[in-house]
């Protein structure tokens, strides 16, 4: 039986007079992809900021196997078993990519130190197929392995559920199957992840369920095929 990881309830969240999003629920079940999908300025990035801890919520619960994560700060988050990356990706700029990774490794929900960690590191890193640049510089990086470094930081934590902000934009062809291909090993392995994702191709193939918001609201929920023919699903998306 599949049990149910994580639980939003009546999730909103205002910045002054503007509902980013607005009384959101759903359920994420253990092992699953579960998609966030909607047009820009939809509110999936505060969601996932609110799951991960970087914003309370204004009002309503996320919980992590029954545990309040709503207000708590994210590096409490983590240590409960939330790990993410960012769409603006976020790295220690002055650090190499191995420290970066060893950094997520500290701070996660299995924390790993010294020797520990660093094989850790190495192992998620090679199979991301950084197994090379270990000792770079991080802001010596391309763009994709920029993002490379930032799922590998986040998978070092262990955690519970992966939150995975846009983790495919901005890649070429080439990139992106190899990044699918990724993200499917990742779901092989069991781990259930939310992913806010644009690309169409990514979001059928991955997604077990998906959650449409627009303009703050969920609007939709069920399998990729099923909401992709929604009508109000490609009202939204067309906008009108
Ligand atoms: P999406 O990720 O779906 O494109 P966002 O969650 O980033 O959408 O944004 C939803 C809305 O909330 C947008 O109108 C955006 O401008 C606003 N917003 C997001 N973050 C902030 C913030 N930190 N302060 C004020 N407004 C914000
Ligand atoms: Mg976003």
Redesign the pocket.
Known sequence: MSRTILEARNVTKR?GG?V?VSDVSFDVTEHEVMGII?P????????INMISGSFAPSSGSIRLRGAELAGKPAHKVARLGVGRTF?LVRLLPELSVIENVMAGAAFGHRRRWGHEAEHFARSLLERLGLGQATGMPVSALTYIDTKRVELARALAGDPKVLLLDEWLAGLNPTELSTGIALIRSLREEGRTIIL?EHVMDAIRSLCDRCVV?SS?AKIAEGTPAEVLSDREVIRAYLGD
């Open positions: 910045f503007l980013a909607g820009n300025g939809s509110g999936k990035s505060t969601m769409q806010v918001m703050g």
